[in-house]
């Protein structure tokens, strides 16, 4: 079957303006993962969601960031007056439950802010 | 804070050979090692996992070392194959509260020449 999607794969944007990454999960995964990866640095746990339970938001690293799952599936993180520092590597992953084994990642959103 | 440190940023190996990848973590409330493969362009994939009650498990060529008391642990490939060629991620995770957050290393980019 399909695994996670997210788009757009390469986003870049000037300083300064908002962006929107969008993650399909995998059909039928309760849980849903944001992290990121900066240059030279390791994956980064943002938030996550699992079911109707309110999410995970202790990740995020500014209130510039946030992130809505709706209707239990497709996750949006929004970037708000993006920094240079906010440049990497965004990846979603899915889970049947929220589990500490195995995420099923997607490719990934490269997000570069000039 | 760097939870989770792999220092080699990467290794390189004959196939048919031994890989041995590392990681040493800080976090004493981990009880839960992961490690992850990652092709270029594509997100991880889980490779082997173990649990701190363990201080080994195996999977066909891949055998997870895990040692407590150093807070240290190691992936070995035997043989090592040209298809192993990726980076390797370690993660950590406290359960309890954090059960879906993962922590990652840095990563090691692995090179299995024919």
């Known amino acids: 079957g399909a695994g996670v999607s997210q788009s757009p794969s390469n986003k870049v944007t000037e300083k300064g303006k908002d962006v929107e990454l969008r993650c399909d999960p995998i059909?039928?995964?309760?849980?849903l993962y944001w992290y990121r990866q900066s240059l030279g640095q390791g994956l980064e746990f943002l938030i996550y969601?699992?079911?109707?339970?309110?999410?995970?938001k202790s990740g995020l690293p500014s209130d510039r960031f946030s992130a809505e799952r709706t209707g239990g599936s497709v996750s949006t993180l929004t970037i708000q007056r993006t920094q240079q520092e906010d440049s990497a590597v965004y990846l979603c992953?899915?889970?049947?439950?929220?589990?500490?084994?195995?995420?099923?990642f997607g490719p990934g959103t490269r997000l570069t802010v000039l | 804070d760097q939870q989770v440190k792999q220092n080699s940023p990467s290794l390189s190996v004959q196939e048919g050979r031994i890989s041995i990848l590392n990681c040493d973590y800080t976090?004493?409330?981990?009880?839960?090692f992961l490690w992850y493969k990652k092709y270029p362009a594509e997100g991880p994939t889980f490779l082997i996992s173990?649990?701190?009650?363990?201080d080994k498990n195996e999977d066909g060529r891949f055998t997870v070392f895990l040692n407590k008391s150093a807070k240290h642990l190691s992936l070995h490939i035997v043989p090592s194959q040209p298809g192993d060629s990726a980076v390797y991620f370690c993660?950590?995770?406290?359960?309890?509260?954090?059960?879906?957050?993962?922590?990652f290393g840095q990563g090691t980019i692995l090179t299995v020449h024919p």
């Open positions: 969601f699992q079911g109707n339970s309110a999410p995970d």
């Open positions: 173990i649990s701190s009650i363990k």
């Open positions: 993660a950590g995770n406290a359960g309890g509260t954090s059960y879906g957050k993962l922590t």
């Open positions: 992953a899915s889970s049947p439950a929220m589990q500490r084994w195995e995420q099923f």
């Open positions: 976090n004493s409330m981990f009880d839960y």
């Open positions: 059909s039928g995964h309760t849980a």
